[in-house]
């Protein structure tokens, strides 16, 4: 293995914090290693940071997702591995091919830690294997391996397979399904069968590589410069998470806890996001999952919360356990959106989806799209291979779900996304699709939790509801310890969840660098964000007890606001920009029914916090484009360079 | 008392942390108290930004700044007075009559903390008393009594005089002597005979209302949430500050200490600027002082540096000892700017100053000024009273000195600062006017502290070295320890301090936040600033055990950012602008001897700095007007308002 310095400057830099980054050339079967200096690591830290760092430094502008140029970056963070809850995600970053935008995706399990035990920050796969391989990562021994005979098989059955084969059952593996290689543009990486990073497609990124799967096992211990002080952390947040009433609400019921809560204010996104009410509603949550199919709760790494739902059902849909059970946004998306109010069927639908591997949100977005079409006869019984879509028929919802894995019949349109599927279809479908950017939107209602519809429209990554995660639940579950931790970021007011205003934007502004922090140290924000157990003060701690900095808040939050920037001049050199800022027309009309009724988002008012948004964000407001001041204030003078370098070559 | 609440909303508050504020009105003897909401204490904190506050709200547009309508805001924060080292400081602000703008200057001694125990957080003086009063304040008690008596007295006995009219010599007085009462526009306010508020003119303010003293008592004790966690600081601190090369060297030889190494790099400015290498400079040391003049050290409140110095001289000055000893500051003014060696006649110089109560460094600069105007015969013999005006004239130093606190002869026109005394004297002579938006430079040279350069030249107050103190310490003192604290805001990389280069203005930008911030909690710099005993995390918990806030060091960084936004908005609308944002053109020629000669700054290089700054800072570069958005992200939408009502009325 060839090693590569990065080398930024000789600076006094005593902590000794190091890590090491894999690199594999898939095309041309190099394997190296990048050593970056301790200033790297503290600039950049992990997640879509490193990622969008790579991304930018090393992809060639303009390239085809589903092409060899992509990278597929999986990148960890200092305290990913930490003994300590929710710190312990995987990140991964590609050029996207449902948005053609910057593509991140996280996911818990065991994936992350393994491969920090294993002495690696960050994986960077490129290139394209001549036929199907797997990765196979042993401490610092790397292996590309043949996959034929697990090529075209299931998440869960190619794990299996995996495992025998190594001889090791404790091996982790993140893997992609029949879905990925069939290059369906919302298809996932799996691990550990349940734990997804489930947007923006990065499994058809990885499935057009040849790539089956990354499987690592790591028999080093994690390093840490204070590992008792991680070690009173966890005891702490083992003894006290219940006493928080979100992580309670969580460990409980699961993330599903919330549809009551949400159908009865109104904003339980139903038939297509046209109405806030489902009148089933009582039959798809969490506490009707504990009463009925649930048969245990799984967690992640470290993690004492366990919100993850193992359910069996022993009727017609056969649920096969590994696979897990359906979050909240499943649940939206398969049955208030569909209006279908059978548990087992959404249960189905979540187990076929983690399967083929492939996304829960955008394939039951898809679903819905196809449905709104039926109904109003742009698509017909013929045109959907006999199904009738009408709402709330689970049985089509589950057969056209395995259909989308096999992009089959009219599944293969829908696996292409609403955006590309309206394309093909025509005849004005296009006002069904439920999308930004190309990405299908998740179950949170932007007519009542503004934020999160700001977040939609700006996000990065299309419609992520991770921007600036759930608003109301500040109302909803603990006002007393959102305000306690949202003033640790200076948000010293309690607003209005759903309406337009100038001081929500600057809300808007900095829980966005708080939620990306999060996401570029591979945090959980069930841990975290406000309403959450650990406090930021305890974040601060995490990450300086791991590394033996003195990081703090700032530097932490500058980190967040560092990575969306650097994504953000990825787009734009991808040619996405001010135009993509958008939500679907149906949010500036009347929500259908529901206590909210008659609620729509304002079209001039919402441009004006758009508009806010980039001033503040010290953007040029008419192109979106970061000022030169903005990025050298980020640490990212190389970046404000590049950025000129590009504009000159246009 | 009338009592006034302002109330910015409704809103979940918590923690109980309140505080009251006294308001007076000379013109009609009206005493009340204003009530804010913890929001407010919250938000604005203490020190310039509630000094800003009440200026931007209340005070009149365009009024010459010794007239009744100008306020004079004593103002604390939460931290004052806490049992803990350096976090006892009271800001003063007001409407600057020696540059027209924002006026601010701190003053540590222990009048804050007193004002404090009497249950103070602030007192706002307006309007101008019939005749000569005091302010006495008791407790809830507040009296304003006549002070015939003491006007045109020294700040030495008009101090005494209250003690013992009042039978109390533990009452606290902060006061101005004849130069406040004669209006010289650099007059200040002191406390303890020698803690003074020194720059922009603060005494020609006061002495404007007639108001010679504010003496205060204060019979309660500190409260705190954590009062035990505050004991274990302050513990900390004074075991270990000896162990910090900075606060060490502080305690053994002053301020001072350093003349000999900023010599040695050719940084200490001499002959008015000319110059960074003066011959003499080894009989003007800290260490020189020690050995010679100094009785014993003296401190502020809970402070064991002890950094003060009380000196006396037997021979020909006669330093009266009771208003201490000459600063770093103070012996660069006097003595190697005017090229004077004689540390007893710097020691005299600084004597009169205080017992006139003015500034040293404009009177230092001021007669620096005048030196060179003498050397180059714009002025002559007679112009200044026969004073032999030469280069190193040790007694005409002194007596000039005497002179401008007595508005005599020359010293009258002097009294009015380098900037009107130049207009008066004309002749070209305003290129030896060393100052910025008309006050004088403090003694660092910008040729080789790039960032306190672009401070002098940014600061809303003038030339001041508070913005960006110091930017060589780093180097000179404890680069291990810098760069260890430094790294906490971000700062990742060591940068040469003599280069105007794009990354350091980043670096400017954020130290201006920590700067800002320091003062707005009236800390002493010499406790928490890069280089010093305490750490960040070290002030975010203070301020937490104080207030039972859970606050970070990216609520209290936005702190500093807020108030240099606000006070940049009062001089705007005060017609301050991007216009006065430079340095004498002195700066832009070679320096003229030491190690560093020929050094020059780039005026491109350093106006492209500018620009880059007003970028960085979200203003719009061509006039340097936050925009509305910043304003807005800084929690200040109702200044965002009351500027578009401004700019309406024009």
């Known amino acids: 293995m060839k090693i590569i310095d990065y080398k930024r400057s000789e600076l006094f830099m005593p902590y000794g914090y190091t890590g090491k980054i894999l690199r594999i050339d898939l095309s041309n079967n190099r394997i190296w290693i990048d050593k970056h200096d301790e200033l790297w690591y503290r600039t950049y830290m992990g997640g879509g940071c490193i990622g969008a760092w790579y991304m930018l430094k090393e992809m ?36 996207s091919p449902l948005t053609n935008a910057f593509g991140e995706s996280q996911m818990g399990g ?13 994986v960077v796969v490129e290139g394209k294997a001549k036929k199907p391989v797997y990765i196979w990562i042993k401490d610092d021994k790397i292996e590309i391996r043949d996959a034929s005979n697990i090529w075209g098989k299931s998440i869960g059955e190619s794990q299996d397979i995996i495992q025998s084969e190594l001889e090791d059952s404790r091996i982790r593996v993140a893997n992609i399904g029949p879905a ?99 009148e089933s509603a009582s039959m798809i949550t969490g506490e009707k999952m504990k009463e009925t199919i649930l048969i245990k709760n799984e967690g992640c790494y470290a ?33 208030s959106n569909c209006e279908v109010s059978d548990l087992a069927a959404i249960a189905k639908a979540n187990e076929i989806c983690n399967r083929y591997g492939m996304d829960t949100i955008s394939s039951g977005v898809c679903i819905s799209f196809a449905m709104e079409c039926f109904e109003k006869g742009i698509i017909t019984v013929q045109d959907v291979n006999g199904l009738d879509l009408k709402w709330g028929n689970a049985k089509a919802m589950v057969k056209l779900t395995e259909m989308i894995g096999n992009r089959e019949g009219f599944g293969d349109i829908l696996a292409e996304g609403t955006k590309r599927a309206a394309e093909k279809i025509g005849k004005d479908s296009q006002q069904y699709a439920m999308q930004v950017k190309g990405q299908e939107l998740p179950l949170h209602e932007p007519r009542l939790k503004v934020n999160v519809g700001i977040g939609y429209a700006l996000s990065e990554l299309g419609a992520d509801h991770t921007r600036v995660e759930h608003d109301t639940d500040f109302d909803l579950y603990a006002p007393e310890i959102f305000i306690e931790q949202a003033k640790t970021l200076g948000l010293l007011e309690r607003l209005p969840n759903d309406q337009i205003i100038e001081v929500k934007v600057r809300q808007y502004y900095y829980l966005q660098h708080h939620f990306s922090m999060l996401d570029t140290l591979c945090c959980c924000f069930y841990g975290f964000a406000p309403v959450r157990a650990y406090t930021m003060t305890d974040l601060v701690e995490i990450v300086n007890a791991v590394t033996g900095w003195e990081t703090s808040l700032w530097e932490l939050m500058k980190l967040g606001e560092r990575r969306w920037n650097m994504t953000k001049i990825f787009n734009l050199r991808e040619g996405i920009g001010v135009k993509d800022d958008w939500l679907p027309e149906r949010f500036f009309t009347s929500l259908e029914n529901g206590v909210a009724k008659g609620k729509a988002l304002d079209k001039e008012e919402f441009k004006n916090a758009l508009k806010l948004f980039y001033e503040m964000a010290n953007w040029e407001p008419d192109t979106t484009i970061p000022r030169r001041a903005k990025l050298i204030e980020l640490d990212l003078k190389w970046l404000a360079d590049l950025w000129l370098e590009w504009v000159d070559k246009k």
């Open 60 to 95: 060639k502008k303009g390239i085809d997702p589903l092409t060899p140029g992509n990278m597929l970056i999986f990148s960890l963070s200092p305290i990913v591995g930490a003994p300590v809850p929710t710190t312990g995600r995987v990140c991964i970053s590609c050029k």
């Open 303 to 335: 993690c004492p919360v366990r919100c993850k739902r193992i359910v069996a059902t022993n009727e017609e849909w056969k649920v096969d356990p590994s696979y897990g059970g359906p979050e909240y946004e499943t649940i939206g998306a398969f049955g």
């Open 110 to 122: 065991y994936f992350g830690p393994e491969l920090k035990f294993a002495g690696w920050d960050a």
């Open 180 to 278: 990925g290689e069939k290059l369906v543009r919302f298809a996932c990486v799996i691990n550990n069968k349940k734990n997804a990073c489930g947007r923006t497609g990065i499994g058809a990124v990885m499935g057009s590589k040849n790539l089956k799967a990354i499987a690592v096992r790591g028999s080093g211990n994690f390093n840490a410069k204070d590992l008792s002080s991680l070690r009173e952390k966890a005891k702490w947040f083992n003894k006290n998470f219940m006493n928080n009433p979100s992580d309670r609400s969580l460990n409980l019921n699961g993330t599903a806890d919330i549809i009551d809560d949400m159908n009865e204010r109104g904003m339980l996104p139903t038939r297509n996001f046209k109405k806030g009410y489902f």
